[in-house]
């Protein structure tokens, strides 16, 4: 940089440039939404540890930005925004601290609860992307996602890595990341979130300088990453040169993009869609953020005090209704899919986000990709997931989660516990497998490409540990010394965790687990800080532990291996079996039987393209055998109580017999 750049000046026709900051030949523009403020410098800093730096002065134009254009470029540079404005205004949020930029697409920032951020100034982009473009199915419904935290399948050392950055890792690891994605079969992950966000909360039980006392995380870190602090750059604690150490400067360089997006390449080399969690209903809370310092009241809920509303119950609630957080979603949105080749977004306690705004985010995506995948949690303020079918948007399906698991382990046992909900009768479990269709009992959607059905999610106890607790309640508030112990399915433990997967992988829709899932992995609390009073519990809450509570142990697999083994086969019949996935209703047609517990049905693959029509049989019942009477002709069992995969395992006619607490697929070849 040359540290004599003095020549400022105002132009006309900047409002075509976008916010931020943009370098064209050897001009930089600076653009800032802050029409509180009564004065905006820009701060140039040479290196990012630097308190001084050079200063330019913004002005204000009628729509409330501040800008300026400077004759020259600072690539490798830093800059924030040193803003003053009214004192007594309870809709603006003065502070002594220079501001990042909130449309950073880099950020080099502390390891503390501040961050301390600046924006890094980068030239534009230069990776090579060879060729690659999005890996998305034209049918949603093709789609097995695998929901993990990025450093979940790496940290632990049964996944073999090189310990060269969480991105890297997970691309080379010769047991976890890509490599078991592969070895399972799953063709999506969905990573939670990846964006810049607050890892790092108040001390516990410390008031800070800001006086916020920190009473809820002893551990005062966010490791899920739902504090999202800069919706255009990535995560850098993830980068090759990241350090974790308390008050270590993070994002010095710019490797968090260029090993981010390798690793997307990687996965669509494997024909793997890559899907981020993004969060945009609420923002970090206790950090810097750039949105509350430059227009708190355009971009946040407030009531008439100016204090934040609250209905995500994270400390605030953005306001998508107003144009610039509106603005700055989308344009967030197409940031990632342009720039980092994004094929979905999971959104955030979506419920929050409103109509105007979902329906401009699916414009604005399908120009770039028509086959992006957009899918939110359909809850936040409000319960919608019908209204976001309306609007052609997949949702996560609580109620088949519910319906099948039960919603909690001692008070709510589901279907494969053998257990009758009063709330749901056994059209009500039917309509489940047809995709939870809104023109069935307990509907949602108008048609089941808009049904995410899971059972386990990060939220929430694993499925594992569910399963343990409602058979024994004794283990929610148990110590545990052994966790190869505990993770060992006992017979009965097994039985229910094959049919919860058969019950899953036989509903039409998308299908979505959680990762470990698949060997029914626990989330025992290990604490080695020994400030965890419930260290050795199983944990139904792990977003603050960034330790072997939430890292996967694969050597975890041979505890279960029949259970591992019996998912992968599920993953292959189902992507080999499009009946199984995107049946037309009229298609599926149920068996009655005497006992409401033992589900059975018929699906015609005709309209999804299977060459072969298929005959289920779920049998929740904890105690009776039950008898199935088989249509005319030879049936191929591809499913029994202990095996599934594509391949037969024997064929049968006339009638079988289906084990309690267990099912069966079977299929024969259609003819024309």
């Known amino acids: 940089m040359k540290l004599e750049t003095e020549n400022t000046c105002t132009i006309e026709g900047l409002e075509e440039y976008p916010l931020g900051y943009t370098s064209r030949g050897s001009q930089t523009v600076f653009r800032l939404f802050a029409p509180k403020a009564t004065s905006v410098d820009v701060i140039i800093y040479d290196e990012y540890e630097h308190k001084t730096g050079l200063a330019f002065p913004l002005e204000k134009n009628e729509h ?54 600046k924006t890094k100034i980068v030239e534009n982009n230069t990776f090579d992307w060879e060729g690659d473009d999005y890996v998305t199915p034209e049918d949603p419904r093709d789609l097995i996602i ?10 632990h050392s049964s996944a073999k890595t090189f310990v060269q950055g969480i991105y890297n890792d997970f691309r080379e690891a010769k047991v976890g990341g890509i490599r078991h994605l592969k070895k399972l079969g ?3 992950v969905e990573f939670l979130p990846l964006q810049k966000f607050g890892y790092y909360e108040p001390p516990f039980n410390e008031e800070t300088d800001e006086g ?16 999202t602090s800069f919706f255009f750059a990535p995560e850098t604690i993830y980068a090759s040169d990241a350090s974790l150490e308390p008050g270590q400067v993070v994002g010095n360089s710019t490797k968090a993009a260029s090993e981010l997006k390798s690793l997307v390449k990687a996965l669509h080399k494997e024909e793997i869609s890559v899907i981020m969690d993004v ?29 934040y509303l609250n209905d995500s119950w994270t400390g605030n609630d953005i306001d998508t209704s107003q144009k610039h957080a509106r603005e700055l979603i989308v344009e967030s949105v197409k940031h990632w899919m342009k720039e980092y080749h994004i094929d979905g977004f999971r959104f955030d306690l979506a419920g929050i986000i409103d109509w105007e705004t979902i329906d401009l985010i699916k414009e604005e995506a399908r120009k770039i990709n028509p086959d992006v995948i957009l899918i939110a949690e359909p809850w936040g303020g409000d319960y919608k997931p019908a209204g976001f079918s309306d609007h052609d948007w997949a949702c996560w399906n609580d109620k088949i989660r519910n319906g099948f698991k039960g919603y909690h382990p001692k008070e709510s046992k589901g279907f494969i516990f053998g257990e009758t909900d009063p709330n749901l009768s056994r059209f009500g479990i039917e309509n489940l497998l047809r995709g ?89 609390i290990q604490d080695p800080a020994g400030i965890d009073p419930k260290n050795g519990m199983l944990d139904h809450d792990s977003y603050n532990k960034d330790n072997e509570t939430n890292w996967l142990n694969f050597n975890e697999i041979s505890l279960n291996k029949s259970l591992f083994e019996y998912y992968k086969g599920l993953i292959d019949l189902r992507l080999d079996a499009p009946a199984l996935r995107k049946a037309a209703p009229d298609e599926i047609n149920f068996k009655v039987y005497n006992d409401p ?26 105690e009776h055998a039950y008898e199935i009477i088989l249509p005319d002709g030879y049936w191929e069992i591809v499913v029994n109580p202990d095996k599934a995969g594509s391949s037969t395992i024997q064929s049968v006619e006339k009638s079988m017999i289906v084990p309690a607490t267990s099912g069966v697929v079977l299929r024969k070849l259609r003819v024309s």
């Not at 880099?106 to 961050?115: E, G, I, R």
């Not at 355009?298 to 100016?306: A, I, K, P, S, V």
């Not at 399963?467 to 006992?490: G, Q």
């Not at 018929?602 to 060459?611: A, E, F, P, V």
């Open 64 to 117: 409330g930005i501040w800008e300026t254009l400077i004759q020259d470029t600072f690539y490798d540079n830093w800059y924030a925004y040193r803003i003053d404005g009214p004192e007594d205004d309870p809709f603006f949020e003065p502070t002594e601290y220079h501001i990042a930029d909130p449309r950073s697409r880099h950020v080099t920032s502390t390891n503390h609860h501040l961050q301390f951020p």
């Open 146 to 155: 695998y929901e993990t935290h990025i450093k979940d399948m790496v940290a």
């Open 186 to 188: 799953v063709n999506a």
């Open 212 to 227: 916020v006392k920190n009473t809820w995380n002893p551990y005062a870190r966010n490791y899920w990453g739902y504090m």
């Open 279 to 307: 969060v945009y209903n609420h923002a970090s809370h206790y950090d810097l953020n750039p949105l509350k310092y430059t227009a708190k009241d355009h971009y946040f809920r407030l009531d008439e005090m100016g204090n």
């Open 436 to 524: 939870t269709l809104e023109s069935g009992e307990h509907g949602l959607f108008n048609h089941s490409g808009h049904s995410v059905n899971y059972l386990e999610s990060h939220d929430g106890y694993t499925l594992g540990d569910y399963i343990r607790i409602a058979l024994d309640h004794s283990k929610a508030d148990t110590v545990f010394e052994d966790k190869r112990t505990l993770t060992s399915l006992s017979e009965k433990e097994g039985k229910i965790a094959k049919l919860a997967a058969l019950s899953l992988f036989v509903s039409q829709g998308i299908a979505m687990m959680h990762a470990g899932q698949e060997w029914a992995r626990s989330k025992m």
């Open 597 to 622: 517990l033992h589900i059975t049905f018929s699906i015609d693959g005709k309209s999804s393209g299977d060459m072969y029509d298929y005959f289920v049989s779920l049998n929740a019942s904890k």
